[in-house]
């Protein structure tokens, strides 16, 4: 196998996360749902990890033409038709979603989905952003989502913070103006963002979850040397949920689910 592309400090948790519980229970079958191009998939696979990735390829990305040009696709990765993933009830271990709560249409639909494959006894792990989060994380303006749709103040507020040299995105536009009107385009498009109420509502219909963003703080301060001493800070009581909380309003929520054992 290929050389995967390096993954993104957040996959490498994921990967990290997936490794361990196959560690607890070998041979383990992982599901990456909403796996984009695959590098998770591919990354596990190279350890020996036995994950396999399932996508509907929405129209906002390239992965599809990725996920084939690294001969994933029809392989280790399925397309998703119709909502339906397409593989047999209860068929897996873990459920690792990075990124992708987010992009969905209908989040209990999904939840029932991933719920029917799940193993009874089976574990979830959802990474993603509510509403409340401070900056919209697709292109890097701060508080674009929270404004009305389509409105003339959003439109120039992006536009200005993009002017002042804000805003993430790899393809570039030709003016900051035209960078504004595609990626507002973009987010309205594909993103839809709910509150944490109705996130742990529809969760709680099929799961019983735990937010564990601390695990994820520590990971992330643990991957460049020299940080040992704030992860110690943080286990100082109160602390973590200050942490957890300022965590979550800055990037994204860390869910770890579990299905009811049969
Ligand atoms: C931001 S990308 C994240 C991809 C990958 N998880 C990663 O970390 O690189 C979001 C992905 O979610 C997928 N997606 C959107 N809606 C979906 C749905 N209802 N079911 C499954 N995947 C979906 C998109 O096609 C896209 O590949």
Redesign the pocket.
């Known amino acids: 196998m290929t050389h995967p592309p390096p993954l993104?400090v957040?996959?490498r948790f994921?990967l990290d996360f997936a490794r361990r519980f196959e560690e607890r229970r070998p041979g383990a079958r992982i599901l990456?749902?909403?796996?984009?191009?695959g590098?998770?998939v591919h990354a596990a696979l190279r350890e020996g990890l036995s994950m396999e990735g399932?996508?509907?390829?929405?129209a906002?990305?390239r992965?599809r033409e990725e996920a084939t040009e690294a001969g994933l696709l029809g392989g280790a990765i399925h397309e998703?038709m119709e909502?339906r993933m397409p593989y047999a009830s209860n068929s897996f271990d873990l459920i690792v979603?990075?990124?992708?709560m987010e992009?969905?249409?209908?989040l209990d639909a999904?939840l029932r989905e991933i719920h029917r494959v799940l193993k009874p006894g089976g574990t979830l792990l959802s990474l993603f952003p509510a509403v409340d989060v401070f900056r919209e994380g697709?292109i890097g303006i701060p508080f674009s989502h929270w404004m009305k749709k389509g409105s003339r103040f959003r439109f120039l507020y992006t536009w200005a913070l993009r002017s002042l040299g804000l805003g993430t995105w790899k393809e570039q536009a030709p003016t900051c103006r035209q960078w504004a009107i595609d990626k507002l385009e973009w987010i309205d498009r594909?993103t839809v963002y709910r509150s944490r109420r109705e996130i742990f509502a529809t969760y709680d219909r099929y799961f019983s979850s735990t937010l564990i963003e601390e695990r994820y703080i520590r990971y992330r301060l643990l991957d460049r040397p020299g940080r040992e001493w704030v992860v110690k800070l943080l286990r100082l009581p109160l602390l973590t949920p200050l942490a957890k909380a300022v965590f979550r309003k800055l990037a994204f929520l860390v869910i770890l689910s579990q299905k009811e054992s049969r």
């Open positions: 993104d957040t996959n994921v990456d749902y909403g796996c984009g191009a590098r998770l399932t996508d509907v390829f929405y906002g990305s992965a998703m909502g979603n990075n990124q992708v992009h969905v249409e209908d999904v697709h594909f």
